[in-house]
C-alpha cells in the first residue's frame, strides 16, 4: 500500500519549513516538534519523517532529540541529519528510531558501512539539485549524477531510498515525476518521493510510477 508520511523539519529546536532548502527562507514556523510529531501521528501514519536541518548541515546525531520524540509519539520515526558515522546510526536506533536516513556520509564514505550497520533500517537519501546529488544539509554538491549516486546504491545493498527534487521542496508545485520515474526504474526497490507534493493527485501520480511512498510537509500544514 502506498505510504504518505508527515514531515516534520527542525531547525535551531523549533519545527520549520524551509523553501527548496534555503536555511534563509523560512516560509512557516511550526512551533514545538514534539507537539507537531503528536499531531501528525495522531493521523496514525505508518512512519513519521523527522529530519533535523542544522545536524544535516553541520554534523552531530541529534540523539536527545530522537530519544524525546520517540517517546513522545506511538507510531515508528524515520530520522534524518547529522548522521556521519556508523556509530551515529546505531546510536539513534538505540534512541527509538526505527529507520535512519543518511545522506552525506553515504556518498562521501560510501553506503556500504551503513549498510552493514543498520540492514533493513537504512534510508539513503538522494537529494537532487540540477542533475546532481547534494550533501551537508544541500549546501554542497557531490558531484556524483542521480544514476551514479542510485548504482552505487543499489551495488551496496541499500535497502531503500528517499529522493529528494530540491528545487520543489516546501514549493507546493508538485513532484518532479520524471526524477521519480529515473530513481525508482533505476533502483528496483523501494523509493520514498519527497518535494512538491501539495495534492492527492500528486500522490496518485507517484503511486502509479511505483513509488513505495511519499514525504508530505507543507501540504499538510496549509
Known sequence: ????????????????????????????????????????????????????????????????????????????IQLGGGVR????????????????IVGTAAFEQGPEPYVAALGERLVVAVDVKDGEVRTRGWEQGSGLSVDDAVDRCRTAGVARLLCTAVERDGTLSGPDLDLMARVAGRFAGPVLAAGGVRSQADLDALEALGLEGAVVGRALLE
Open 1 to 76: 500500500m502506498f505510504q504518505v508520511l508527515p514531515a516534520v523539519d527542525v531547525l535551531d529546536g523549533r519545527a520549520v519549513r524551509l523553501e527548496r532548502g534555503d536555511f534563509d527562507a523560512v516560509t512557516r514556523e511550526a512551533g514545538d516538534p514534539l507537539e507537531l510529531a503528536r499531531r501528525f501521528a495522531a493521523r496514525n501514519p505508518p512512519l513519521l519523517h523527522v529530519v533535523v536541518l542544522d545536524a544535516a548541515r553541520d554534523g552531530g546525531a541529534p540523539v536527545e532529540l530522537a530519544q524525546r520524540l520517540a517517546a513522545a509519539v506511538p507510531v515508528p
Open 85 to 100: 558515522a556508523p556509530e551515529d546510526a546505531r546510536a539513534l536506533v538505540d534512541a527509538g528510531i526505527a529507520r535512519v
